[in-house]
């Protein structure tokens, strides 16, 4: 990601979307790191989308006219900050473990949804493999849900140094899924790099 990209990623969000997305990620890796080692795979992955929505929720509340701005868009904007906070984690992660940073944001969703699936060594090539799909995808729509959901289930599979169900794989690639379609249609900035 250039800094001309970093920058429009900033622009389109808004700050308290950045900022409950940073403290997303934050409570993820709490949660990964330290508090639940031992928790499955399939459940860590969904931890930034629930707490997202929660934490968005709450400064709905607060901020935004109390329970009655509690709705639809509340939820929708509290899964943004979920994959937002996804892109956070994994450049974090990235820019920490000292590994160049040059790759698009649909990457940067999938590897932080992904990092629970795939060894850190196939992580990138993994995300990669899945981009191309899902954007093989938007642009030619050749599979219906169910296809798409296991042909990037199978990728992740191939990629996966975890003994998981076939179950787990497909809520990920479910997740990454959903998570890339909510983001493009609600910004529309997310494009396959070239």
């Known amino acids: 990601m250039s800094y001309l990209d970093l920058k429009g990623f900033i622009e389109v969000y808004s700050l308290p979307t950045i900022i409950i997305s940073a403290i997303v990620a934050l409570i993820s890796f709490v949660i990964d790191k330290i508090i639940f080692k031992k ?7 969904y931890v930034p989308f629930i707490a997202g929505i929660l934490l968005y929720s709450l400064y709905a509340i607060i901020f935004a006219g109390g329970i009655k701005a509690f709705g639809y868009e509340t939820v929708s904007a509290g899964a943004i900050c979920g994959s937002v906070s996804c892109v956070i984690y994994a ?6 473990s000292g590994k160049a940073t040059a790759i698009s944001e649909i990457t940067l969703v999938i590897e932080g949804i992904l990092h629970y699936y795939v060894s850190d060594s196939a992580l990138n090539i993994t995300a990669l493999a899945v981009e191309n799909i899902l954007c ?3 642009e030619n729509n050749s599979m219906d849900q169910c296809e798409l959901i296991a042909k ?10 975890k003994a998981l169900t076939d ?11 959903a998570a890339v379609e909510k983001l493009r249609s609600e910004k529309g900035i997310i494009r396959k790099q070239k």
Do not use: M, P, W
Not at 152 to 161: F, G, P, Q, R
Not at 167 to 177: D, F, R, W
């Open 39 to 45: 928790l499955s795979a399939s459940v860590k992955s």
């Open 91 to 96: 450049a974090a992660k990235r820019i920490f």
């Open 136 to 138: 093989e995808q938007l």
């Open 152 to 161: 990037v289930a199978e990728t992740i599979k191939e990629n996966s140094d």
């Open 167 to 177: 179950g787990e794989y497909e809520a990920a690639a479910n997740l990454a899924i």
